[in-house]
């Protein structure tokens, strides 16, 4: 049974599922209102599957670049304030993330029926499963406490935080969509932010999450001790599914090198006969 700590827990994380789902609506409604956007998608046949899917990315989008905000500060100021070798759990710290989580796991479940179901997008479905799982238990305290020792509740709260940092590469990742959209040429804006985006994806994912399976892997015998092993496996697992689908990405975005990543490159004009 779960206690109503818990139960408003959970609560919390469908009340934001919902915002996020009236979000994408009303984001759509905007898009097709927009004088820019709209005038990008009425190009495509009227109620076309083109035009609504065009409505459905520029939503699903800019909720995620929210999204991607919100927990990347949050993140960051959990790890301002969090230090994972203390036994007992901090409260603080766990008072901001449990909010942070409740965000991000009804982002998850909003945008899997917004935007993942409806287009299909299999990858992105499943870096959402993956996520959810992963850290869904870890603004609960009984689910935390039932599945790990209570002196690991910190390490537990770091390695999850410390994983949200790489949502910070995803603004830029969405700024670089939303120019794409828009510009008709090369601009200097658009070279800054993709060298940004390219510095921020290695060392946020590549880089970073290394380092945080390495911690991890460290308290394999912390784990045992309790018979949690199996959390640990867990934990480590996720972690490299996510580095996986971050390398996957990585080359789904340089495929055509990282000259034509970082610069739009002119069209060349037809010679008139």
Same mark, same amino acid.
């Given at each position: 049974?779960?206690?109503?700590?818990?139960?408003?827990?959970?609560?919390?994380?469908?009340?934001?599922?919902?915002?996020?789902?009236?979000?994408?609506?009303? $984001?759509?409604?905007?898009?097709?209102?927009?004088?820019?956007?709209?005038?990008?998608?009425? $190009?495509?046949?009227?109620?076309?599957?083109?035009?609504?899917?065009?409505?459905?990315?520029?939503?699903?989008?800019?909720?995620?670049? /929210?999204? $991607?905000?919100?927990?990347?500060?949050?993140?960051?100021?959990?790890?301002?304030? /969090?230090?994972?070798?203390?036994?007992?759990?901090?409260?603080?710290?766990?008072?901001?993330?449990?909010?942070?989580?409740?965000?991000?796991? @009804?982002?998850?479940?909003?945008?899997?029926?917004?935007?993942?179901?409806?287009?299909?997008?299999?990858?992105?479905?499943?870096?959402?499963?993956?996520?959810?799982?992963?850290?869904?238990?870890?603004?609960?305290?009984?689910?935390?406490?039932?599945?790990?020792?209570?002196?690991?509740?910190?390490?537990?709260?770091? $390695?999850?935080?410390?994983?949200?940092?790489?949502?910070?590469?995803?603004?830029?990742?969405?700024?670089?969509?939303?120019?794409?959209?828009?510009?008709?040429?090369?601009?200097?804006?658009?070279?800054?932010?993709?060298?940004?985006?390219?510095?921020?994806?290695?060392?946020?994912?590549?880089?970073?999450?290394?380092?945080?399976?390495?911690?991890?892997?460290?308290?394999?015998?912390?784990?045992?001790?309790?018979?949690?092993?199996?959390?640990?496996?867990?934990?480590?697992?996720?972690?490299?599914?996510?580095?996986?689908?971050?390398?996957?990405?990585?080359?789904?975005? /340089?495929?055509? @090198?990282?000259?034509?990543?970082?610069?739009?490159?002119?069209?060349?004009?037809?010679?008139?006969?």
């Amino acid at each position: 049974m779960l206690d109503d700590d818990d139960e408003a827990y959970e609560l919390g994380i469908l009340c934001w599922a919902l915002v996020v789902v009236m979000g994408n609506l009303v $984001a759509r409604k905007i898009a097709a209102q927009s004088v820019t956007w709209a005038g990008r998608a009425k $190009a495509y046949p009227r109620g076309s599957a083109k035009e609504n899917t065009s409505y459905i990315v520029v939503a699903s989008t800019a909720v995620g670049y /929210l999204h $991607a905000t919100f927990v990347t500060v949050m993140a960051a100021r959990v790890l301002m304030r /969090l230090d994972p070798s203390e036994p007992e759990l901090n409260e603080e710290a766990f008072g901001i993330w449990r909010g942070a989580m409740q965000v991000s796991m @009804g982002f998850f479940i909003g945008d899997i029926f917004m935007y993942c179901l409806p287009l299909g997008d299999h990858p992105i479905t499943s870096h959402h499963v993956v996520l959810f799982s992963s850290h869904v238990g870890v603004g609960s305290r009984a689910v935390m406490h039932a599945l790990a020792p209570p002196h690991l509740s910190n390490f537990i709260m770091w $390695a999850s935080a410390a994983g949200y940092l790489c949502e910070g590469s995803n603004l830029f990742l969405n700024n670089r969509w939303f120019m794409l959209q828009f510009l008709k040429e090369h601009r200097p804006l658009y070279l800054l932010n993709n060298i940004l985006l390219l510095l921020a994806y290695l060392a946020s994912r590549v880089v970073w999450f290394p380092y945080i399976m390495h911690k991890v892997y460290e308290q394999q015998e912390a784990f045992a001790e309790g018979g949690h092993l199996m959390i640990w496996y867990f934990m480590l697992t996720g972690y490299v599914l996510t580095l996986l689908m971050s390398l996957m990405w990585l080359q789904l975005m /340089l495929k055509n @090198g990282v000259a034509a990543f970082v610069v739009i490159k002119a069209k060349s004009k037809k010679k008139s006969s």
